[in-house]
C-alpha cells in the first residue's frame, strides 16, 4: 500500500509541485528575505540587515494602515455583492432551457476584456462632462454625478466596476457546479412535496458548499490583491479614498524602489490572508467529513 | 417561468449596454465618441480596426497571447487536475496542502515580478514564450488545482473501490472514470484560466519584448502621451473577445444540456 | 492488466513528449531581424509625438547603415517598471532608451545611464545647440552629460482666443469686477477670471478645466501655479520652501480653481479627459503641454478648430519638462547606440520630425524659418521656456511626485487644508533628504 501511495505521489503531484517550485521558489524567497533588509533597488546588493525595521515602519505608517480599511471595505463589498449576484444569475440560468445559451454568452463577456481596457472604457462611459451615463441619468430627470472625482462616490463606482467585470466569473462557476448535481434528490424532494426554496436550501446549498467556499475564498484573495483597476482608475485618490494596500505595494516597489519595504507589506497582507484561508478550508472539510 | 426572463432580460442589459458602447465606439471617430449629446448619426468607419492591424503587428500579438495562453491553460490543466484528484484522494492533512499551495497566491505580482525577471533574464529567457508560460503557471496551476478539488470530492469514492475491484490502477481509475465526470468542471476551470492568462498584463508587460507581446500590453500602450486612443482601444477589444467567445463554445456544451450523471450519483 | 499499464504509460509519455516540444519550440528566440550578422538597435519609447515622427524616419537610417531600429512603445506609467528589470539585469535588451525628466536623478544615481561625454568628445557632436533649460533638465547632471534632450513637453496655458475676446463676456467682467479680460494678468486674477466664465457660461463652458488625477497629473499642473506664485521646492540655500506662504497661496488658488471654476469632474481627469473636455468646446482654458495646441487647432481631433492660442502662464513661469535619449549602463554596445544618437539628433533629423509636428529642443531647429513657418506657436514656445522652471533633479523625484500628488489632492477634496497639505509634504521631503 504504502509503495503505491508513493507511486502516485510520483505520477499525480510531482509534476506540479516541481513546476511551483521553479516558478514561485525563487520570488517567494527573494521577497521573504529582502523584508528584512533595506534593500533599495537604487543600490545594488541587498542593503543591510534591518531585523523587522520594515515591518515596523509599514505598521507606523497611516496611510498604509488607511489602506487596509479601503482594502477591507473593498474586498468585502466586491465579493459578497459578486456572489450574491453570480448566485441568482446561475441559478436563474438554471432554470431555464430555451434562451440559456443566448444569455450566457452576453453575460461571460466582460471577463473576457482585460482590467486595464475596462478601467479605461468605464473612464469614458463615466466621464462626468462627456460620458454617456451621466447623459442617459439626465435624460431621465437624475443629475449626473463625478463618479471619479468625489471622493465620497470613488469607492464605490470603482467596485461597481469590479462588480460588472467579475459577477460573470461566479456565474461561470457556479453553473458549472450547478448543472452536475443529481437530479434524483429533486426528484424525491418534489415527491415529498417540498417547496422550490426547501429544496434549495436542503440540497443545492449543502451540496454546493464545497464549491461555494472554494470561489469565495479565491475571489477574497484576487480581490485583495486587486491593482489594475485602481491604477487605471483613480490611482488611489481623489485623496486617499481609493488607496488600496496593492496600490501602496506598487508604490514601494516600482516608484520609491524600497522593495524591502514592499515585501514586507506583502508578508503582512499574507499573515492576514493565512487565517481566512483556513476557515474557509475547514468550512468545506466540515460538509465532506 | 416568464418571470425568469424578464429578470435574465433585465440582467443581460446590465452587461450587455455598456458592451454595445465599446462597439459603437470602435466604429467612428475618437471626437465623435466624446460628443454629448452623441452623434447618433455618426458616421461609421472601419478605419479603428484597419489602424489596429497596420499601425501595430495587432495579428502577430494575438498569436502570441494565444499561443501563451493556450500552452499555459493545457499544461496547468493537465498537472493541475491530477495533482487536485491526488490531494483529494490520497494526502493526509489535506488542509495544510491546500492552505500552503494557496499562501503563493497571496503575494501580489508586484513584488513577484523583479526577482522573476531577473532569474528569467539571466537565462537568458526574456522575450521568449517560455518565460511567459512558465510565468503564468505560477497561478494558473494552484488555481486549477483548487477550483477542481470540489469536482473531485463530489465524486462518490466508491467509484474508485469500485474499479480497482475491477484491476485498474489509480492511474486508470482516473482517466477512465472520474476524469469525464469533472469534465464540466475542467472545462469551467480551463476557460478561466485561459482568459486570466489572454488579459493578464504586470507579467507580460516585464517579460515580453517585440517578439512576444501580447494584447493587454499592447491595447494599455494605446494610453499615450498625446491622449487614450480611444477608439482603437474598443476595437482591439472588440476584437481581442472574439477568440474567448469561441473558446466558451466549448464549454457551452457542458453548462447548456446541463449533463447529469444518474447513473453515477 | 500489462496491457492497461502499458497503455497508461503510453499516453503519459505521448504528453510529456508533446508539452517538451512545445516549450523547446516557444524557448526559441525568434531575433527579430538578428542572427544573420546583421546589426540592430532595440529602443524603449513612450509613445509621444515625436515617436512617430521618428519612427518614420527611421528607413532612412536603416538604408544609409545597414542597421536595424526597433522601437517598442509602451504607455508611460508601464515604462518605469519595464526599464527597472531592465537595469537590474546583467545585459539589456534595449540599446536606447528615453528618461522621463524626474527620473533623471534617480537613473544617475544608481548608474543606469551611462556618461556620454568621451562619445561626444570623440564624435565631435555639438551639444551648445540645445536650448539651455533643456540641456540642464534632460542633459547635464553635475557637469557631465547623460543624456541628449530628444523632446519637451513643457506646460503652459492653452486658451480659447474666442472666449476671452469676446465682447460680451469682458463688458460682463468689466462691470463685475472692474478688470480687464485677460489671459496676461496674474495667477489671482486668471483664477477669478476662470470663475466668472463658468459663473457665467454654467455647465457649458467652464472657465478652465483641470487635472486632478493623482500623481503625475495633478502635480504637474499644480507645479506651474507654485512657480508662477513666486514659490518654488528649494530656494537658493537649498532649503525646503514647499510649505512657504508662496506655495500655500498657489494651492488655495489651485483648490479655488478646481472648485469653483472647472468641470465636476476635474478631480478626477486625466490629461486625456481634461483634454477632450476643451476640445469639444467644454472650457476656456487648460494648462497643458504646450503641443497640445496643434492638435487642438486640428479639425480632426477637435471641435475648437482655429480657436485656440498658446500663452505665458499667469504669473509668467511655466513647469519645463521633456525626454532625453540614454544609453544603459549595460547596453550591449554603447558605440552602436551612439550612432544612432548622433543620427536622430542632427539638424536635419531634427529639423524634419519638427516638420512633422515633433518636439523640438534645439534651438536651431525652433528658430528655423522654415520651422517656423509651419509652427508659429514655436516662437512663443521658446520665450516661454526661457522663463520656466523644472522639478528638482533629485534621486527621490518620483517618491517626491508621488507623494505631492497624494497631498495635493487631499487638499482639493477638502480633507486638509493647504497648509497642512503642504506641511506634510515638506516633512516627507525631509525624509527623503
Known amino acids: ?289 | 417561468m416568464g418571470l425568469t426572463y424578464v429578470a435574465l432580460t433585465l440582467i443581460t442589459l446590465f452587461f450587455l449596454l455598456p458592451l454595445l458602447w465599446i462597439l459603437r465606439t470602435s466604429l467612428i471617430t475618437k471626437v465623435e465618441a466624446y460628443k454629448i449629446p452623441p452623434n447618433w448619426m455618426a458616421e461609421v468607419t472601419l478605419d479603428n480596426y484597419i489602424s489596429i492591424f497596420t499601425d501595430n503587428p495587432f495579428g502577430s500579438y494575438f498569436l502570441n497571447s494565444f499561443f501563451i495562453a493556450l500552452v499555459s491553460t493545457l499544461i496547468s490543466v493537465l498537472l493541475g487536475a491530477m495533482s487536485s484528484y491526488w490531494i483529494c484522494r490520497c494526502a493526509r492533512h489535506n488542509g495544510r496542502l491546500k492552505v500552503a499551495i494557496l499562501v503563493t497566491q497571496m503575494i501580489p505580482p508586484v513584488v513577484m515580478i523583479i526577482p522573476l525577471s531577473l532569474v528569467i533574464k539571466s537565462l537568458g529567457l526574456d522575450d521568449t514564450y517560455f518565460a511567459l508560460i512558465m510565468a503564468y503557471l505560477s497561478f494558473n496551476l494552484p488555481y486549477v488545482i483548487w477550483m477542481l478539488l470540489s469536482h473531485f470530492e463530489a465524486i462518490p469514492r466508491e467509484l474508485d473501490d469500485a474499479c480497482a475491484v475491477d484491476g485498474c490502477t489509480h492511474v486508470q481509475a482516473y482517466f477512465r472514470v472520474v476524469l469525464p465526470l469533472v469534465m464540466p468542471g475542467i472545462m469551467a476551470t480551463a476557460v478561466y484560466s485561459f482568459i486570466v492568462c489572454w488579459n493578464e498584463f504586470m507579467f507580460a508587460l516585464n517579460l515580453t519584448g517585440l517578439n512576444t507581446r501580447t494584447i493587454p500590453v499592447a491595447i494599455a500602450s494605446l494610453d499615450t502621451q498625446q491622449g487614450v486612443m480611444i477608439a482603437e482601444l474598443c476595437a482591439s477589444t472588440i476584437v481581442a473577445i472574439l477568440p474567448v467567445i469561441f473558446l466558451t463554445v466549448f464549454i457551452k456544451k457542458y453548462l447548456v444540456q446541463g449533463l447529469t450523471f444518474g447513473s453515477v450519483k | 492488466m500489462k496491457r492497461n499499464r502499458i497503455r497508461t504509460a503510453a499516453f503519459l509519455l505521448a504528453a510529456v513528449m508533446v508539452l517538451s516540444l512545445a516549450l523547446s519550440g516557444c524557448g526559441k528566440k525568434s531575433d527579430a531581424g538578428g542572427g544573420d550578422g546583421k546589426k540592430t538597435i532595440n529602443i524603449l519609447m513612450e509613445d509621444v509625438p515625436d515617436t512617430a515622427c521618428v519612427a518614420a524616419h527611421l528607413e532612412e537610417f536603416e538604408a544609409e547603415t545597414g542597421i536595424t531600429v526597433n522601437i517598442e512603445s509602451v504607455n508611460y506609467s508601464s515604462m518605469h517598471e519595464k526599464i527597472l528589470t531592465q537595469m537590474l539585469s546583467s545585459t539589456n535588451a534595449y540599446d536606447i532608451i528615453v528618461v522621463d525628466c524626474y527620473w533623471v536623478g534617480e537613473f544617475v544615481t544608481a548608474g543606469w545611464i551611462q556618461p556620454l561625454d568621451d562619445l561626444i568628445e570623440s564624435s565631435g557632436f555639438d551639444t551648445s545647440v540645445y536650448i539651455d533649460s533643456m540641456m540642464n533638465m534632460v542633459g547635464e547632471v553635475d557637469g557631465a552629460t547623460y543624456m541628449l534632450p530628444f523632446y519637451n513637453y513643457m506646460l503652459s496655458l492653452v486658451y480659447r482666443t474666442d472666449v476671452w475676446e469676446d465682447e460680451a463676456l469682458q463688458e460682463g467682467y468689466r462691470q463685475a469686477t472692474g478688470k480687464e479680460l485677460t489671459v496676461n494678468g496674474t495667477m489671482e486674477d486668471y483664477v477669478e477670471a476662470c470663475k466668472y466664465i463658468t459663473s457665467v457660461k454654467g455647465e457649458s463652458l467652464a472657465g478652465a478645466v483641470m487635472q486632478g488625477l493623482r500623481p503625475d497629473p495633478i502635480a504637474m499642473e499644480w507645479c506651474n501655479y507654485l512657480f508662477s506664485c513666486g514659490g518654488d521646492f528649494y530656494d537658493d540655500n537649498g532649503d525646503i520652501v514647499i510649505n512657504s506662504p508662496e506655495a500655500v497661496h498657489a494651492l488655495e488658488l489651485y483648490v479655488d480653481n478646481m472648485t469653483n471654476a472647472a468641470p465636476s469632474g476635474a478631480p478626477g481627469f486625466g490629461f486625456d479627459e481634461a483634454f477632450n473636455v476643451i476640445a469639444q468646446g467644454g472650457a476656456a482654458s487648460y494648462v497643458t503641454y504646450n503641443w497640445m495646441l496643434p492638435k487642438l487647432q486640428n479639425a480632426s481631433e477637435s471641435s475648437v478648430a482655429g480657436l485656440c492660442d498658446i500663452a505665458p502662464m499667469p504669473g509668467g513661469v511655466s513647469l519645463n519638462a521633456g525626454w532625453g535619449w540614454a544609453i544603459p549602463h549595460n547596453a550591449p554596445d554603447a558605440e552602436l547606440s551612439w550612432q544612432f544618437l548622433q543620427w536622430v539628433e542632427s539638424f536635419d533629423v531634427c529639423k524634419a520630425r519638427a516638420l512633422d509636428g515633433g518636439s523640438p529642443t534645439r534651438s536651431d531647429v525652433m528658430s528655423d524659418p522654415e520651422v517656423l513657418e509651419a509652427c508659429p506657436y514655436l516662437a512663443t514656445v521658446q520665450t516661454i521656456m526661457e522663463q520656466s522652471k523644472m522639478i528638482p533633479i533629485m534621486e527621490d523625484a518620483p517618491q517626491l511626485i508621488e507623494v505631492l500628488g497624494r497631498e495635493l489632492s487631499e487638499a482639493v477634496t477638502g480633507s486638509k487644508s493647504a497648509q497642512e497639505a503642504l506641511d506634510m509634504v515638506a516633512q516627507e521631503m525631509q525624509e527623503m533628504q
Request: proline share 4%.
Open chain 1, 1 to 289: 500500500m504504502r509503495s503505491i501511495r508513493r507511486k502516485n505521489f510520483t505520477v499525480f503531484m510531482l509534476p506540479s509541485l516541481i513546476a511551483l517550485l521553479l516558478v514561485l521558489a525563487i520570488p517567494l524567497g527573494y521577497s521573504l528575505i529582502t523584508s528584512f533588509f533595506n534593500t533599495n533597488l537604487k543600490y545594488q546588493g541587498l542593503g543591510d540587515f534591518v531585523g523587522l525595521s520594515n515591518y515596523a515602519s509599514v505598521l507606523q505608517d497611516e496611510y498604509f494602515i488607511e489602506s487596509v480599511v479601503t482594502t477591507a471595505k473593498f474586498t468585502v463589498g466586491v465579493v459578497v455583492v459578486e456572489f450574491l449576484a453570480g448566485l441568482a444569475i446561475a441559478l436563474l440560468l438554471n432554470n431555464i432551457r430555451k434562451g440559456r445559451n443566448f444569455f450566457f454568452t452576453i453575460i461571460i463577456v466582460p471577463m473576457m476584456i482585460t482590467p486595464i481596457a475596462v478601467g479605461l472604457i468605464w473612464r469614458l462611459l463615466l466621464h462626468a462632462n462627456l460620458g454617456i451615463v451621466n447623459y442617459m441619468l439626465s435624460l431621465v430627470g437624475i443629475s449626473g454625478q463625478a463618479w471619479l472625482a468625489d471622493s465620497s462616490l470613488a469607492l464605490k463606482t470603482v467596485m461597481f466596476i469590479d462588480v460588472w467585470q467579475n459577477v460573470p466569473y461566479m456565474v461561470l462557476v457556479i453553473l458549472a457546479g450547478l448543472v452536475t448535481l443529481p437530479a434524483e434528490p429533486y426528484e424525491a424532494a418534489a415527491i415529498d412535496g417540498a417547496s422550490r426554496t426547501q429544496s434549495f436550501f436542503r440540497l443545492t446549498v449543502p451540496m454546493m458548499l464545497p464549491t461555494f467556499s472554494v470561489v469565495l475564498l479565491l475571489r477574497t484573495i484576487t480581490a485583495l490583491k486587486t491593482y489594475d483597476l485602481i491604477f487605471v482608475l483613480t490611482r488611489g485618490g481623489p485623496g486617499t479614498s481609493t488607496e488600496v494596500i496593492s496600490y501602496h505595494i506598487y508604490q514601494q516597489a516600482f516608484r520609491y524602489l524600497e522593495i524591502g519595504k514592499a515585501s514586507a507589506m506583502s508578508y503582512l497582507l499574507l499573515l492576514l490572508i493565512i487565517p481566512i484561508a483556513f476557515l474557509f478550508v475547514r468550512i468545506s472539510r466540515n460538509r465532506t467529513a
